[in-house]
């Protein structure tokens, strides 16, 4: 265990908060002293039972635990991802400047499959194949799974602009999805973007068997690989799969999947930006990446959001927060933060293999507001846990309706002011125990000027960098995901018997019985 960590925790812990979130609320220049900004993204954490004194003390938490120092490890590509003993350089694939710091034959591959996937990404905008303007592109079939949809889907929703072509996702290994959309597209208008590092993710090339076998079967093999494009770092496998070389995009192995949208995972989604779009998305992400290497811890962003998460969940023990954009572009955003947030920080050793005795990772979830209030809410004014809320929204929207937008802004508003103050906050007792609201409930609010590329990049890199200053704190590694394999390797074991009655599986599973069941209905 973090013995430092351990004692820092109760040393900032022997002071109870002595004013309600009601009476900070009404401090002067609360906001000012709770609040920072980088190039038009405000952080307004006012809305929490931190106070200075305590701020201050997290500040030096993170001082003490070494952030500074393990920022610097991180830009300058040590091995920080020590248990597969590689660096995560993600932040290369959006800055020329730090991609100057990777070997130079690596560089040179990154950059020229930079600007090969922004031709590929031009001629799908335009309605066809690359190099093949006789070849049309209506549809692309981007098939992967976790942050190989995740992030491009949520590009798509969010800055997808009018073009000819439409992009659509396949990642459950689920066959629905598959079969209705295959039953409605023209394998001789659709390109297929099969996307997985290994190349050996079961979901995804089963996906991408039977989408090959279906334009094969209309069209003919050569036509068929000729409308196949994959992303990963297996060329090998890649190779094996039958995937023709010009039509295959470069991932590093130092590019985690849940970090890979600045990557060519994303190029399903470049087709659908505006010109230029997604160079205007590395470029905000770049900007936040200075602005967390450069900032004072004090008026860092990552570094605040960080410290206020660490609050909630080691100081005050709250288990779950929830992420509630007040923008329907944004409805993906959720299940984005969800794999960012869990997958890196859901870890239970710390960087020796010790056990931990301390709290990381909460459960993170939600949903878009409004829709979220009249479901998500009701436990989150009056429910028995308390969860902390990150509302997100832009000033300025993309349409013309101002009251609408209006309103929008008011119910996000509205709810971050009742969750803290309740009731009360209405200047009138309420007697009825059904009808009261106590409040004392945190949030905080990220605004955007815009929701636009630029704005989109810093905001995604941000909550990397504060995934990041977290798992310093926490001493732990954000950047491996072996929980995410047992599942797999335990499946591959399963199948066979669901497949052949005649087959079992280890007494030790437990299943016996329940495999009986389902053999009995089939």
């Given at each position: 265990?973090?013995?430092?960590?351990?004692?820092?925790?109760?040393?900032?812990?022997?002071?109870?908060?002595?004013?309600?979130?009601?009476?900070?609320?009404?401090?002067?220049?609360?906001?000012?002293?709770?609040?920072?900004?980088?190039?038009?993204?405000?952080?307004?954490?006012?809305?929490?039972?931190?106070?200075?004194?305590?701020?201050?003390?997290?500040?030096?938490?993170?001082?003490?635990?070494?952030?500074?120092?393990?920022?610097?490890?991180?830009?300058?590509?040590?091995?920080?991802?020590?248990?597969?003993?590689r660096p995560a350089l993600?932040?290369?694939?959006?800055?020329?400047?730090?991609?100057?710091?990777?070997?130079r034959e690596t560089a040179a591959r990154v950059t020229e499959n930079r600007q090969i996937m922004f031709r590929f990404a031009s001629a799908f905008a335009a309605g066809h194949l690359p190099g093949r303007p006789e070849q049309p592109v209506r549809h692309i079939i981007h098939i992967g799974i976790g942050g190989s949809v995740l992030g491009p889907r949520l590009l798509i929703e969010a800055l997808g602009a009018d073009t000819s072509v439409k992009v659509h996702f396949l990642a459950s290994i689920d066959a629905h999805l598959r079969t209705e959309l295959l039953a409605s597209l023209d394998p001789a208008e659709t390109a297929v973007v099969v996307v997985t590092k290994s190349f050996t993710t079961g979901e995804t090339l089963m996906h991408a068997r039977r989408v090959l076998d279906w334009m094969e079967q209309a069209i003919g093999r050569q036509a068929a690989l000729q409308r196949l494009f994959a992303v990963s770092g297996n060329q090998q496998a890649v190779d094996a799969f039958g995937v023709v070389r010009d039509n295959t995009l470069y991932l590093p192995d130092w590019v985690g999947g849940r970090y890979s949208i600045w990557s060519a995972v994303s190029l399903s989604a470049a087709a659908v930006m505006a010109e230029g779009g997604f160079a205007q998305f590395l470029r905000g992400a770049a900007d936040m990446d200075r602005h967390f290497q450069t900032a004072a811890l004090e008026e860092n962003l990552p570094v605040l959001m960080a410290l206020t998460d660490i609050w909630h969940r080691n100081i005050c023990a709250y288990p779950a927060q929830a992420v509630i954009p007040y923008d329907h572009r944004l409805r993906s955003l959720p299940a984005y933060l969800q794999q960012l947030v869990m997958e890196s920080n859901g870890k239970s050793v710390?960087?020796?293999?010790?056990?931990?005795?301390?709290?990381?990772?909460?459960?993170?979830?939600?949903?878009?507001?409004?829709?979220?209030?009249?479901?998500?809410?009701?436990?989150?004014?009056?429910?028995?846990?308390?969860?902390?809320?990150?509302?997100?929204?832009?000033?300025?929207?993309?349409?013309?309706?101002?009251?609408?937008?209006?309103?929008?802004?008011?119910?996000?508003?509205?709810?971050?002011?009742?969750?803290?103050?309740?009731?009360?906050?209405l200047g009138e007792q309420v007697q009825d125990p059904h009808r009261q609201m106590h409040g004392e409930r945190p949030s905080v609010v990220l605004l955007m000027d815009k929701l636009d590329p630029y704005s989109l990049g810093q905001l995604l890199a941000m909550y990397e960098h504060k995934v990041f200053v977290e798992s310093v704190i926490w001493d732990i590694n954000p950047f491996d995901q072996f929980g995410v394999e047992l599942g797999k390797v335990v499946a591959k074991t399963i199948q066979p018997a669901l497949e052949d009655e005649s087959l079992g599986v280890p007494a030790s599973y437990g299943l016996a019985a329940i495999l009986d069941y389902i053999h009995s209905k089939k």
């Amino acid at each position: 265990m973090n013995q430092d960590f351990l004692r820092l925790l109760q040393k900032y812990n022997t002071e109870p908060v002595q004013k309600s979130l009601s009476e900070l609320l009404c401090e002067p220049d609360r906001f000012k002293k709770f609040s920072a900004q980088s190039n038009g993204l405000l952080l307004d954490s006012s809305r929490t039972t931190i106070g200075s004194e305590s701020m201050q003390q997290l500040l030096t938490l993170a001082s003490e635990c070494g952030v500074e120092k393990a920022r610097q490890q991180l830009f300058d590509g040590e091995s920080v991802n020590y248990t597969e003993n590689r660096p995560a350089l993600h932040m290369a694939m959006r800055s020329d400047d730090l991609l100057a710091g990777v070997d130079r034959e690596t560089a040179a591959r990154v950059t020229e499959n930079r600007q090969i996937m922004f031709r590929f990404a031009s001629a799908f905008a335009a309605g066809h194949l690359p190099g093949r303007p006789e070849q049309p592109v209506r549809h692309i079939i981007h098939i992967g799974i976790g942050g190989s949809v995740l992030g491009p889907r949520l590009l798509i929703e969010a800055l997808g602009a009018d073009t000819s072509v439409k992009v659509h996702f396949l990642a459950s290994i689920d066959a629905h999805l598959r079969t209705e959309l295959l039953a409605s597209l023209d394998p001789a208008e659709t390109a297929v973007v099969v996307v997985t590092k290994s190349f050996t993710t079961g979901e995804t090339l089963m996906h991408a068997r039977r989408v090959l076998d279906w334009m094969e079967q209309a069209i003919g093999r050569q036509a068929a690989l000729q409308r196949l494009f994959a992303v990963s770092g297996n060329q090998q496998a890649v190779d094996a799969f039958g995937v023709v070389r010009d039509n295959t995009l470069y991932l590093p192995d130092w590019v985690g999947g849940r970090y890979s949208i600045w990557s060519a995972v994303s190029l399903s989604a470049a087709a659908v930006m505006a010109e230029g779009g997604f160079a205007q998305f590395l470029r905000g992400a770049a900007d936040m990446d200075r602005h967390f290497q450069t900032a004072a811890l004090e008026e860092n962003l990552p570094v605040l959001m960080a410290l206020t998460d660490i609050w909630h969940r080691n100081i005050c023990a709250y288990p779950a927060q929830a992420v509630i954009p007040y923008d329907h572009r944004l409805r993906s955003l959720p299940a984005y933060l969800q794999q960012l947030v869990m997958e890196s920080n859901g870890k239970s050793v710390d960087h020796q293999g010790r056990q931990l005795e301390y709290d990381t990772s909460p459960v993170l979830f939600g949903e878009p507001g409004t829709d979220a209030q009249h479901s998500l809410f009701q436990m989150f004014h009056q429910g028995t846990d308390i969860v902390p809320l990150s509302f997100i929204a832009a000033i300025r929207p993309d349409h013309a309706d101002t009251e609408a937008h209006a309103g929008l802004l008011a119910n996000m508003l509205a709810q971050a002011t009742a969750l803290a103050t309740g009731t009360a906050g209405l200047g009138e007792q309420v007697q009825d125990p059904h009808r009261q609201m106590h409040g004392e409930r945190p949030s905080v609010v990220l605004l955007m000027d815009k929701l636009d590329p630029y704005s989109l990049g810093q905001l995604l890199a941000m909550y990397e960098h504060k995934v990041f200053v977290e798992s310093v704190i926490w001493d732990i590694n954000p950047f491996d995901q072996f929980g995410v394999e047992l599942g797999k390797v335990v499946a591959k074991t399963i199948q066979p018997a669901l497949e052949d009655e005649s087959l079992g599986v280890p007494a030790s599973y437990g299943l016996a019985a329940i495999l009986d069941y389902i053999h009995s209905k089939k």
